[in-house]
T-cell receptor, first 117, second 113 residues
Framework: AQTVTQSQPEMSVQEAETVTLSCTYD???????LFWYKQPPSRQMILVIR??????QNATENRFSVNFQKAAKSFSLKISDSQLGDTAMYFC??????????????FGKGTKLSVIP | NAGVTQTPKFQVLKTGQSMTLQCAQD?????MSWYRQDPGMGLRLIHY???????DQGEVPNGYNVSRSTTEDFPLRLLSAAPSQTSVYFC????????????FGPGTRLTVL
């Protein structure tokens, strides 16, 4: 079974600064995807960024970027120019093929990020 | 498009009661799933479905039943509620393809007394 570990239960960052959230995973699969989801106080799960395991180039979405180290099984999220609206729980997730042509998503336990004015 | 909708938003049950959490999507997605979110545990997969008539168990299926009679609907049934099932429940849907992001519903907060 896959495991996803987020070693930082809580973090804080000053507005406009940069913060990096850590995620490591354990798998024997070669073909998989990694995601970061954001969950603000509204409870809605929002996709932040996605990375394909076979792509060496790190994914970037505006102020959000990842550092994907496949050999080290590491997938960290960097948030640049932090904004108050970035305050949320952030979940790292791993997706692989499961039986019958389906797939399964395994989540880490989350990191609570607070952006301080 | 309404996306993924869940009803109710909140529910309180007594131990031993049964109920159904409703989930519907209007995006013609083949894949639908149910997760529970507990403090400090992240989201854990309960059951999932790859199409009408096809369901399978996830990581924590005990105490829950599902069925998928249509593409749009994927209800989650609690047969005999227990306090351990107090949680926030999320339904999600997506196309059936590795790598696509899932669309999540707004969640149902369930308390079992």
């Amino acid at each position: 079974a896959q495991t996803v570990t987020q070693s930082q239960p809580e973090m804080s960052v000053q507005e406009a600064e940069t913060v990096t959230l850590s995620c490591t995973y354990d798998t024997s699969e070669n073909n998989y995807y990694l995601f970061w989801y954001k969950q603000p106080p509204s409870r809605q799960m929002i996709l932040v960024i996605r990375q394909e395991a076979y792509k060496q180039q790190n994914a970037t979405e505006n102020r959000f970027s990842v550092n994907f180290q496949k050999a080290a099984k590491s997938f960290s999220l960097k948030i640049s120019d932090s904004q108050l609206g970035d305050t949320a729980m952030y979940f790292c997730a791993f997706m692989k093929l499961a039986g019958a042509g389906s797939y399964q998503l395994t989540f880490g336990k989350g990191t609570k990020l607070s952006v301080i004015p | 498009n309404a996306g993924v909708t869940q009803t109710p938003k909140f529910q309180v049950l007594k131990t031993g009661q049964s109920m159904t959490l409703q989930c519907a999507q209007d995006m013609n997605h083949e894949y639908m799933s149910w997760y529970r979110q507990d403090p400090g545990m992240g989201l854990r997969l309960i059951h999932y479905s790859v199409g009408a008539g096809i369901t399978d168990q996830g990581e924590v299926p005990n105490g829950y039943n599902v069925s998928r009679s249509t593409t749009e609907d994927f209800p989650l049934r609690l047969l005999s509620a227990a306090p351990s099932q107090t949680s926030v429940y999320f339904c999600a849907s997506s196309q059936l393809s590795l790598g696509v992001a899932q669309y999540f519903g707004p969640g149902t907060r369930l308390t079992v007394l």
